[in-house]
Each structure stands twice: as C-alpha cells, then as structure tokens.
T-cell receptor, first 111, second 115 residues
Framework: SQQGEEDPQALSIQEGENATMNCSYKTSINNLQWYRQNSGRGLVHLILIRSNEREKHSGRLRVTLDTSKKSSSLLITASRAADTASYFCATDVDSNYQLIWGAGTKLIIKP | GAGVSQSPSNKVTEKGKDVELRCDPISGHTALYWYRQRLGQGLEFLIYFQGNSAPDKSGLPSDRFSAERTGESVSTLTIQRTQQEDSAVYLC?????????????FGSGTRLTVV
C-alpha cells in the first residue's frame, strides 16, 4: 500500500518563486526522506528528517515534519530552472525493511 | 566505487529474448534494492538484498523475473522471455543498512525497451 502521498501531483511556477510540496503518510515513521529525480533516471537523496525533528534546512531546501498530522513539506526557495524535476517523499517505518515511496510531485520552473 | 553503477544504460530487445541488467553498489553497502519505474509513474519495488540474501521476493512481477547478488557486491536482474509490458526504467539503489535510516543512493537506471 502507498504510504506517502505527495501533493500537488504537478506544480508549475516562475523562476525565483518559492515551491512548496507536501507529503502525507499513514503510519508512524522513524524518518522521512525527500528525493529528486531528473528526466526519469536515478533519484538523488536530498534530505532526511527524523521523527523527533520538526524542521531541517539544506541550502535552499527547508523540510518540516508534523508527526501529529502525519505530514511533511518541502520548500524550495528562490527556485531555478535546474530545480525542474520530480520530487518524491519516502518513509522509513518499523514494520518494513525498505522505504515506502509516494507517487511524486512534478515541479516545472518556468524561466 | 564512488556511486551506484548500472549497466547497460539503455537496452532495446526483441520480445521473447532474455535480458540481464547489472548493478554495482557502493562498496560497503550491505543493502541493495531493485525498482521498476514506468513512464510518468512512481517506483515499483521488485526485490531487496541484505548481503546476498533476498528475504522478500514478492515484488517480482512474475516468474520470468529473477535476481541474484554475489556477496555484498554486484547484483543482476534477469528478465526471461521479455514482454512489451516489461518496458520501463529499472533502478538499483544501495544503502549502508537494510533500514531506511541511512538513505538510498541510486544508480542512473537501465532503460529497457521491448519491441
């Protein structure tokens, strides 16, 4: 079953604007991770936030985690054309030996 | 190696032929995962290795699919008698441990086209 569900499915914004993507999940997690995928090839690990953390930053990325709402958000500030990609959230749960993946958000940055 | 290496990067094969896809994980990564991704879709889990053991093969779509891993090194995914619905990108990922706490490192994938 799908644990993570990203929202929106697709997002198109102007370069320089901020992009926010959300991920909801169903069961308790150990951590939640965000990945980026360019052009349908390999995914790149962006950031991992543990269940006892509420916010984490990495460069222009800001991730929040609300375990009471079972949701996370990924904010990309000052977007660039190179940020055009699909973004996936994945959750690490005790009952599973592998990450559980959402369906992804397709982000398009218009120049 | 520095990253996860997959070969070939692209493979076009005729329906009914067998194909073998290869994954070289990062040295020291004990966990290895295979996924399939159809165009515009999410990741479909196929199989996972902890060392050279595959505790769960339930993700393999049919008995035409098999995978093996040598020690904590190279893994091969074999698809026999390929069908057009097997066309997809096959992604391999490795991780320091079998739990998700370490994050995954992905290869660039093998794009398989069955004609």
């Amino acid at each position: 079953s799908q644990q993570g569900e990203e929202d929106p499915q697709a997002l198109s914004i102007q370069e320089g604007e901020n992009a926010t993507m959300n991920c909801s999940y169903k069961t308790s997690i150990n951590n939640l991770q965000w990945y980026r995928q360019n052009s349908g090839r390999g995914l790149v690990h962006l950031i991992l936030i543990r269940s006892n953390e509420r916010e984490k930053h990495s460069g222009r990325l800001r991730v929040t985690l609300d375990t009471s709402k079972k949701s996370s958000s990924l904010l990309i500030t000052a977007s660039r054309a190179a940020d055009t990609a699909s973004y996936f959230c994945a959750t690490d749960v005790d009952s599973n030996y592998q990450l559980i993946w959402g369906a992804g958000t397709k982000l398009i940055i218009k120049p | 190696g520095a990253g996860v290496s997959q070969s070939p990067s692209n493979k076009v094969t005729e329906k009914g032929k067998d194909v073998e896809l290869r994954c070289d994980p990062i040295s020291g990564h004990t966990a290895l995962y295979w996924y399939r991704q159809r165009l515009g879709q999410g990741l479909e889990f196929l199989i996972y290795f902890q060392g050279n053991s595959a505790p769960d093969k339930s993700g393999l779509p049919s008995d035409r699919f098999s995978a093996e891993r040598t020690g904590e090194s190279v893994s091969t995914l074999t698809i026999q008698r390929t069908q057009q619905e097997d066309s997809a990108v096959y992604l391999c990922a490795s991780s320091l441990g079998y739990r998700g706490g370490y994050g995954y490192t992905f290869g660039s994938g093998t794009r398989l086209t069955v004609v």
